[in-house]
């Protein structure tokens, strides 16, 4: 039986393969379960975020992951990207 990537609350680690959740797989996984939504799925992560803040810092307040690496490990992945404008200039 394969286990499923789920994270292990609160430490927020993955339950499958004990790295930080969302692992690999886990985005994979999530991908492919919101499809083309990826707004709605930046607002499911943006939610669970918010939780694991709650979390990591009740677990351990003086070694919480700072904010921008937690932003990066739920939300960075999985912002919609804006396409590129040819000529390589700003959006």
């Known amino acids: 039986m394969t286990r499923r990537h789920d994270p292990h609350r609160?430490?927020?680690?993955?339950r499958a393969c004990g790295g930080p959740w969302p692992c690999g797989t886990a985005?994979?996984?999530?991908l492919a379960e919101y499809g083309d939504s990826r707004v709605t799925l930046?607002?499911?992560l943006a939610g669970?975020?918010?939780t694991a803040v709650e979390d990591l810092c009740r677990l351990?307040?003086?070694?919480?992951?700072?904010?921008?690496?937690?932003?990066?490990?739920f939300?960075?992945?999985a912002a919609p990207r804006r396409p590129r404008r040819e000529g390589g200039g700003p959006g």
């Open 27 to 30: 985005r994979l996984t999530l």
């Open 60 to 73: 351990a307040p003086q070694d919480a992951p700072k904010p921008a690496a937690l932003h990066e490990r």
């Open 10 to 14: 609160p430490l927020w680690l993955c």
């Open 42 to 44: 930046c607002v499911y």
């Open 48 to 50: 669970m975020l918010y």
């Open 75 to 77: 939300l960075g992945w």
